[in-house]
């Protein structure tokens, strides 16, 4: 089954950081552009980060910029994200997913989504 598989999620204090990792299964990532997304409960999943893999530019929502960083592994065909001074608003839990070349696009041109892995920010 071609999709992503998150993890590295938990629990972290407000100001903690932690670093997800997003591993591809059953495919390598060249060519593509992979993003970040976050989703709670009853609202949308919003994109959080994009990075493309060939030249590694980067696309950051206006909510973590500054605070996440996402880069990529090409040998190991994994993408992390970095994420410091997490704060409660970060909670959510996190799905990393793939689209040819280029980060702009809406959330359902994304695909091979995981099953994501859990941040919860709290004291």
């Known amino acids: 089954q071609l999709q992503f598989v998150e993890s590295g999620g938990n629990l972290v204090q407000p100001g903690g950081s932690l670093t997800l990792s997003c591993a591809s299964s059953g495919f390598t990532l060249g060519g593509y552009a992979v993003g970040w997304f976050r989703q709670v409960p009853g609202k949308e999943r919003e994109r959080v980060a994009c990075?493309?893999?060939?030249?590694?530019?980067?696309d950051y929502a206006d909510s973590v910029k500054g605070r996440f960083t996402i880069s990529r592994n090409n040998a190991m065909n994994t993408v992390y994200l970095q994420m410091n001074s997490l704060k409660p608003g970060d909670t959510a839990r996190y799905f990393c997913a793939r689209r040819r070349s280029i980060c702009s696009g809406s959330t359902t041109a994304f695909q091979s989504w995981g099953q994501g892995t859990q941040v919860t920010v709290s004291s």
């Open positions: 990075i493309t893999i060939t030249f590694g530019g980067t």
